[in-house]
Every structure is written in structure tokens, then in C-alpha cells.
């Protein structure tokens, strides 16, 4: 059955001239058919550069609106379309705006993992691969980080900057806790646990690593003594990392870690939306104008040298 599905999404990917972006959470099925498999920050990345009129993203909504601000040429299908982001949701444009009100003058640094609309009251857009960098690099003392308040105190641990926090989180990796760790690390005392920065404090500091999901790629690879790895995000990551080792092992740190989000686009909504070409992700040009430079200046201070 899957099998028809990915030589007909293969087809059409051709036909339409498109190509499928898809993050390191999504289902095995869909990992497997991916033309580029990244974390949000490789994503936007690629969705800037690629020639195709067409990009299918299978990722979350904040996602393929990223896609869309820095490439609205294209047309940027996003197969589940009410496939959206918890923690995204803990912050609306107006939110910031009394933010701004209230810290007159400091800057605001948003997360990627928001909306176009919060983007385009923000004056720094990161990912999680670049927010130390990205909040070290501002000529400020003191920023507002928004929303997720545990990457948040992340980049406050790991600057000099004082950081004033927003009281977003993501409930998919709170779902991980210290204790499943303790006890992994006591059944296989040679691992070496990585978690990402969204997860709580406490947890982060049994890490060996605390990193964004393209970091820990790169962790495992700078690591090739190391045979097991406890994986402290979304379940989905471990398919992603036998996928690039598979001569390693990966724990996951909890089975509950799952989003439920990111495993709605499905090899039957891809191949639906290669088909009529929807549903497609839209940016009023206002917003996106103003989301892009908040974009453009992470680009900037990461010294990401790439065209509009
Ligand atoms: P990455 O940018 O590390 O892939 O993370 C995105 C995300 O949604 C984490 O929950
Ligand atoms: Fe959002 Fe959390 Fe899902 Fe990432 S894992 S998309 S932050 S809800």
C-alpha cells in the first residue's frame, strides 16, 4: 500500500516540480520519502534556497509560515494544515506589544517556534541550534526572550545578558523527567544523555548535552567512541538519529515525548496535497515584510550568508 503512495508522491513530486522539507520529529514513513530532513533552523534554510515553485513541508504550522516569509515565491503546502505548535500558542502579537509597552526600549527575541504575526513584532528571531549565539551577539545588556521560558534560561545560563522570560513552554517535553533519566543512566551507565533546551531545568542538568535536534547529530558524531545515547526531545528524533547511525543505539528518555502535532502530515496527506496543491500556508505581505526582518537580523548576527 505505501509502497503505490511513494511512487505516486514520487511522480507528482516531478510533475509539480516540488520538494518535500521535512523535520526531524515527523513519522518514520515520512522521514523516509524527505528530500531534506532538518531541524527548524536547516528548514528555513533550505526553504530559502531551493529552486522548486513547490515546497511540501511536513512540520508544524510556525514551520511552513517560516517557509512562506522567506519564500513567498514558492508555493508552501503544509499537508495537515491544523498541525500546530503548543507552545507557539502561549504568545499572540498583542502579548508582545505590552511587552514592548512595559521594557521600553529592550529588545525581543522570539523563538522560531512562533507565529508570523509575533514574528513581526520581534526584533530577533532565533532557533534553538542558534539562540546563545544569537542573544550573545546583541549589543544590549538586557533582552526579552519569548515564549518558551526553559530555552529561555538556557540562553540566560549561557550569556551575559539579563533576560527577562516569557512563561511559554512546550508540554510535549515536559513530558520528560529527571527521574526516567536517573534510571536509564543507572541501566546503561556508558550513555551519554542529550536533551533539548526545552526541557525543564532539572532535567537539563543531568545532561551531558543540552542541545537543539541538528546538534545532536553532530554531538553523536563528535562522539564515535560512545555506542548508546539517551535522547532527551520528541520520540520522533531517534528514528532520525538510527537513521544517520545505525550502528548506534538511541534511548529515548521517555516514550511519552511525543507531539501530536508533528504526526498528522501522513504519506496520505503528502500525496492529497501534491494532488491539488493544498492546503497552502499564507503570510499577508504586512506581516511578512515585517516577520522577514526579524529573520534577516538572525541571519545577520549568525553571520548566515544566504540570498533573499
Ligand atoms: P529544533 O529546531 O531543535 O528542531 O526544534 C524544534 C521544535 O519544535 C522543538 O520542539
Ligand atoms: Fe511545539 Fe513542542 Fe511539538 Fe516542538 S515538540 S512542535 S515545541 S509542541
Known amino acids: ?3 503505490k503512495i511513494i511512487k ?3 511522480k507528482l513530486k516531478k510533475e509539480k516540480d516540488a520538494v518535500v522539507l521535512v523535520h526531524n520529529y515527523q513519522l518514520p514513513e515520512v522521514q523516509d520519502i524527505a528530500d531534506y530532513l532538518g531541524d527548524s533552523l536547516d528548514l528555513s ?12 513541508f511536513c ?6 509560515e517560516t517557509a ?3 519564500s513567498p515565491q514558492k508555493i508552501v503546502l503544509l499537508p495537515d494544515i491544523t498541525s500546530g505548535c503548543p507552545l507557539a500558542d502561549t504568545i499572540n502579537k498583542q502579548d508582545v506589544i505590552n511587552l514592548k509597552k512595559k521594557y521600553k526600549g529592550v529588545p525581543v527575541v522570539g523563538y522560531i517556534n512562533t507565529s508570523a504575526e509575533v514574528k513581526s513584532e520581534i526584533d530577533y528571531c532565533c532557533t534553538s541550534a542558534n539562540a ?3 542573544v550573545s551577539n546583541i549589543p544590549y545588556e538586557k ?3 519569548l515564549p518558551d521560558k526553559y530555552l529561555g534560561s538556557f540562553v540566560k545560563q549561557n550569556t551575559k545578558k539579563d533576560v527577562i522570560l516569557w512563561h511559554g513552554y512546550c508540554p510535549v517535553h515536559l513530558k520528560i523527567m529527571k527521574d526516567d533519566i536517573l534510571k536509564l543512566k543507572e541501566k546503561y551507565p556508558d550513555a551519554k544523555v542529550m536533551v533539548h533546551p526545552e526541557c525543564l531545568l532539572e532535567v537539563q542538568e543531568v545532561a551531558d548535552k543540552i542541545v537543539g535536534t541538528s546538534g545532536m547529530i553532530k554531538y553523536v558524531r563528535e562522539h564515535p567512541e560512545v555506542k548508546t545515547f539517551i535522547v532527551g526531545t520528541e520520540i520522533g528524533m531517534c528514528y532520525r538519529l538510527k537513521k544517520e547511525f545505525p550502528d548506534k543505539e538511541f534511548i529515548p528518555a521517555s516514550e511519552l515525548a511525543v507531539c501530536p502535532d508533528m504526526k498528522k502530515n501522513t504519506l496520505e496527506k503528502i500525496l492529497y496535497s501534491l ?3 493544498e492546503p497552502k500556508v499564507f503570510v499577508e505581505e504586512k506581516i511578512r515584510i515585517k516577520a522577514l526582518m526579524s529573520i534577516e537580523r538572525m541571519y545577520e548576527l549568525r553571520r548566515v550568508k544566504t540570498k533573499v
Open 275 to 277: 494532488e491539488t496543491l
Open 132 to 134: 546563545v549565539d544569537v
Open 1 to 3: 500500500m505505501n509502497e
Open 8 to 10: 505516486d508522491i514520487a
Open 59 to 64: 512540520g508544524v504550522h510556525f514551520m511552513a
Open 68 to 70: 512562506y516569509i522567506l
Open 143 to 145: 533582552v526579552i526572550f
Open 45 to 56: 534554510l533550505k526553504a530559502r534556497t531551493v529552486e522548486n515553485k513547490v515546497i511540501v
